[in-house]
Structures are given as structure tokens and as C-alpha cells.
């Protein structure tokens, strides 16, 4: 009984299910191999039957093709044979219609011409007779007038005035020349060229006319014998001439000065179109933003700097450079600054004359006092800073220092202590190699260390050449 075990009854389990396993797994791949088969005799066949498409189809297309050129032949044909009937009947009936339109505008031009020459003769007889008259009825009071400015006027013709008349006009036309390329033939530039062109012929003309220089060989010399009167009396009358353009000229600046319509406003704009920066702007001191990735100055004016302190008349002092900057923050808000590019001056900056909608942002600071309006001869702002200092608005209530003055007084106490007289710094910082100047805010904040790559500057200039960037831009 405990020897017994279970006999085999000749079927043995575990062979047949391995057995089945293995058949089952068998037939998969046979009908996998079978189907693969399969799709590729139905892609051989697809691309036989495609091939054969191909070729009747080419086969059709270059029949159509030959019959559709055959057509055009003989429609190219039947057209040459029409047009050249049609045009030998055109040429023949527009030969003669050509010819006698041609003789007909040859005889009205010619009459034409002989009217228009008939007028312009009849013309020139009028202006010759009226320009005879006025000349003859202006010499006599160009003569008394220069007889009566004669004791006046004979002084220009001295060495003693006419050079200084021709220094001061020399520099007039070479201010006017070199303006150019910064800010285009404006009115200041025309105003300028203007008044050295009179005073450079009132120091010139008098002297040539009496002799004491001799007249350019290049230039036809002046027949001072057939005009009325003696040359004396011509000379001293050009030089009133020249007198009263000059006070023109001097008047037309005092204009622009005084009113808010100035002569820019009335005299056209020879100026190439600027470049336009726009965008949000991001104020940096009273007279700089940012404005997309740009850096852009406002042009013609020039703000305290941000250190800079000015004095009341109670003798209170006050930060003039951080009003300023205030000041032009609220000008901009978030709306859309738009810059007409003057040029880029040797910092990067964009030097710029900007707008908020029809509001110049340079305006409107000198006018309240924040800024200062440059420029020597004719300041573009000048009528602007003459309102704030009647109004004795902000940097005119008081004693304020010009920010040049103020640099150069930072100037003068950095280079004390630093050395050799060099008091930029230059310092290695994380996001690269920036230079602090004198009047920076964060120049007390930084040295300059040994063994760390800071160096000392002379100039900005050097510093700018040798790959730094401010650290205020």
C-alpha cells in the first residue's frame, strides 16, 4: 500500500501541453510569414500595374500634347497670315493720319513759340524799364542814406574793426558748418550761417571797395565807375545792407528765444528723416531713459546729476538730480515714448529729441525748472528756460551749479586721492567689467582691489576703448 504511485496509462500531460504550445506557436509564424508574403506580392503587383499606368498615360499625354501643338501650329499660322492683312491696311491708313498730325503740331508749336517769344520779349522790354526806374529812383536815396551813416560806417573799413567783425563771422559760419551733422540745416544752423555771412561782409566788402585788398583774379572785378554815384557811397550803402541783415538775423533768433512759435516752426526741415526709437522707456537720470534695449539722451539739454545737490534762496539745499529724474518719470508713465535720433554720441547713447503723444519731454523739463537747456548762440529751449527763470521754477529759485561744474569740482576731489591723478574706477564685477565715475552714486561703494582685475582710469575714454561699460547705463 505505501509502495503504491500512480501508473502511466500511457498519456503523459506535461508532453502534450508543451507540445501544443510549440504547434500553436508554429502556425503563428507560418501565417505571419504568409501574410508578409502576401503584402509584398501585393506592393510588387501595385508597382507593376502603376508602371504600366505610367506608360499609357505618358503615352496619352504625348499624343495630346502632339495634336495640341499641331492645333496651335495651325492656329499661329492662320493668325501671322490675319495680322500681317490687318497691319498693311493699318500702316496704310495711319501713314497719312501720322503725317498730318505731325504738320499739324509742327505749325502749332512754331506759333506757340513765336507767342510765347513775342511775350517774353515784351516782358523783358518791362522789367528792364522798371528795374531802370526803381535803380534810378533807389540810388539817390541809397546815397543820401549811406551819406548820412557815412561817419558811422567808415570805421568798418579799419583794420582795428573789420577783424574782429571777420573773426566773429568766421566763427559763426564754421559753429553753423560744424552743427550740421548733429542736429541738420535747422534755424539755429541757418540763423548762425546768416550772421557770420553779414559780419564777414561787413568786414570784407568796405575794404575790397576802397582798395586795400585786391578783388580774387577768378571773380569778374566790380565797375565801380558806371554805377551812379562814388564808390565810396556804394560801399558804405552795401554795408548798411549788410547792417540791417544782420539785425534781421539777430532778430529772427531773438524770436525763437522768446515766443513759443519759433522760427524752426516756420522755416522747412532740410533734414534727412531721423531714426525713431519707441517704446515703454525706463528713466535713468533727468535726461536719459531706456527705451527698448536703446539707451537714448534727450538732446540740446542737460540734467543735474543724480549726486548733485542745489541751494534756495533761503539757503535750503536740495537733490536737483534725483527731482529731475522724479520729475521725467512722471512725464513718461507707461505710455509709448517715441525718439527722433540725432546721432549716437561716443558713450552709445542715442541723442534724441522725444515725445509722449505731441508733448517734448525736453520742453516740458526746462519749462519747469528740472533741466538745463545747452547750446551757445541760440539754445533750441532757450524760450522754454526763459519761462522757468521768470518763474523761478526749480533750478532758477535759487543758486544752482551747472553739471559740468559740479563734475569737475567730484573731479578735482577723486583725483586727490586716487592714483596718479586717475580717479575712475574700474571694477570686475559678476555680470562684467564696469567703470565708476567721480559723481556715481555707488562710487564710494566700490574699491578698486589688488589681484582681482580693478584698475584705475584716466579718462573715460580709455576706459570705454578698453572694452568697460558704466556702470550707470
Known amino acids: 500500500m505505501f509502495g503504491w504511485r500512480k501508473r502511466r496509462d500511457g498519456f503523459e500531460w506535461r508532453e ?40 499609357h498615360g505618358a503615352a496619352a499625354a504625348q499624343r495630346g500634347l502632339g495634336q495640341a501643338g499641331r492645333r496651335a501650329g495651325h492656329f499661329s499660322i492662320f493668325a501671322a497670315h490675319w495680322a500681317r492683312g490687318n497691319f498693311r491696311r493699318a500702316a496704310a491708313t495711319l ?9 499739324a503740331a509742327g505749325r502749332a508749336s512754331v506759333a506757340a513759340g513765336q507767342r510765347a517769344g513775342r511775350a517774353a520779349i515784351k516782358g523783358g522790354r518791362y522789367l528792364g524799364h522798371a528795374a531802370r526806374s526803381s535803380g534810378a529812383k533807389a540810388a539817390p536815396v541809397l546815397a543820401r542814406g549811406a551819406a548820412k551813416l557815412g561817419p558811422s560806417l567808415r570805421t568798418i573799413s579799419t583794420p582795428q574793426t573789420a577783424m574782429p567783425l571777420a573773426i566773429a563771422g568766421g566763427a559763426a559760419v564754421l559753429g553753423a558748418v560744424a552743427r550740421i551733422p548733429l542736429h541738420g540745416f535747422d534755424a539755429t544752423t541757418l540763423i548762425a550761417a546768416l550772421i557770420g555771412i553779414m559780419l564777414l561782409g561787413l568786414a570784407a566788402f568796405p575794404l575790397i571797395s576802397t582798395g586795400k585788398i585786391e578783388w580774387p583774379s577768378w571773380l569778374p ?15 558804405l550803402g552795401a554795408a548798411a545792407i549788410a547792417i540791417v541783415g544782420l539785425i534781421a538775423s539777430l532778430l529772427m533768433g531773438w524770436v525763437s528765444l522768446r515766443s513759443p512759435v519759433g522760427v524752426a516752426d516756420i522755416l522747412p526741415d532740410f533734414s534727412s528723416p531721423p531714426e525713431v526709437v519707441s517704446g515703454y522707456a525706463v528713466s535713468l537720470t533727468g535726461d536719459s531713459m531706456r527705451i527698448e534695449g536703446h539707451v537714448v539722451r534727450l538732446a540740446d539739454v542737460e540734467a543735474p546729476e543724480l549726486t548733485q545737490t542745489c541751494d534756495r534762496e533761503d539757503s535750503r539745499s536740495w537733490n536737483c538730480g534725483q527731482s529731475a529724474l522724479d520729475a521725467l518719470r512722471r512725464l513718461t508713465g507707461r505710455a ?71 563734475r569737475d569740482e567730484r573731479w578735482e576731489a577723486a583725483s586727490r586721492a586716487a592714483p596718479d591723478g586717475c580717479p575712475i574706477k574700474g571694477r570686475v564685477l559678476s555680470g562684467g ?20 582685475g580693478d584698475r584705475w582710469f ?14 550707470d547705463s
Open 95 to 103: 501713314v497719312p493720319m501720322g503725317k498730318s498730325a505731325a504738320q
Open 221 to 235: 572785378a566790380p565797375k565801380w565807375s558806371t554805377l551812379p554815384g562814388q564808390p565810396a557811397t556804394w560801399a
Open 458 to 471: 584716466c579718462s573715460e575714454d580709455e576706459a570705454i576703448s578698453d572694452g568697460w561699460k558704466s556702470l
Open 336 to 406: 509709448t515714448i517715441s525718439c527722433d535720433v540725432h546721432y549716437t554720441d561716443s558713450s552709445g547713447r542715442k541723442v534724441s529729441t522725444c515725445r509722449n503723444g505731441d508733448t517734448d519731454l525736453a520742453a516740458e523739463m526746462v519749462r519747469s525748472g528740472h533741466i538745463f537747456a545747452t547750446g551757445t548762440l541760440f539754445p533750441t529751449y532757450g524760450s522754454q528756460q526763459a519761462e522757468a527763470q521768470s518763474a523761478k521754477a526749480g533750478l532758477w529759485s535759487g543758486s544752482s551749479k551747472s553739471p559740468q561744474d559740479y
Open 433 to 452: 567689467k564696469v567703470y565708476i565715475l567721480p559723481w556715481s552714486r555707488s562710487y564710494d561703494k566700490y574699491s578698486v582691489r589688488d589681484g582681482r
Open 16 to 55: 502534450y501541453v508543451r507540445t501544443t504550445i510549440l504547434v500553436r506557436r508554429k502556425k503563428r509564424r507560418e501565417r505571419i510569414e504568409e501574410a508578409g508574403k502576401a503584402a509584398i506580392d501585393g506592393l510588387a503587383e501595385a508597382g507593376r500595374r502603376g508602371a504600366a499606368a505610367g506608360r
